[in-house]
Nanobody, 128 residues
Framework: QVQLVESGGGLVQAGGSLRLSCAASGHSFSPYAMGWFRHAPGKEREFVAAITWSGGSTVYADSVKGRFTISRENGKITVNLQMTNLKPEDTAVYSC?????????????????????WGQGTQVTVSS
């Protein structure tokens, strides 16, 4: 089992920045691809960003491309999400997820089903 814990959420004004982190504990020796998803009230959970197990490739939702950056620490199941130029529509609970996947299909990592473990989420609120 892998437990994921997010941190770094909070309240920020539009145009501001936040950095989310996701730390893992448990069986951390398997290679995992990592992703971030968000869930806003009244909306479906949506994909935000993902990074392959090697850290060599990333993929972003169109809505955050150019504003968010996902990164990971080599050899660890930890992942960060640097968010800049935040907008009120970015307000949501952000959750990280881990997938036991060593492939290179970035489209695969934009789906929810590849992910085996999920964190509880951290609230991000962007005021206008």
């Amino acid at each position: 089992q892998v437990q994921l814990v997010e941190s770094g959420g909070g309240l920020v004004q539009a145009g501001g920045s936040l950095r989310l982190s996701c730390a893992a504990s448990g069986h951390s020796f398997s290679p995992y691809a990592m992703g971030w998803f968000r869930h806003a009230p009244g909306k479906e959970r949506e994909f935000v960003a993902a990074i392959t197990w090697s850290g060599g490739s990333t993929v972003y939702a169109d809505s955050v491309k150019g504003r968010f950056t996902i990164s990971r620490e080599n050899g660890k199941i930890t992942v960060n999400l640097q968010m800049t130029n935040l907008k009120p529509e970015d307000t949501a609970v952000y959750s990280c997820a881990a997938a036991r996947y060593v492939g290179t299909s970035l489209d695969y990592l934009t789906r929810r089903y590849p992910y085996d473990y999920w964190g509880q989420g951290t609230q991000v609120t962007v005021s206008s």
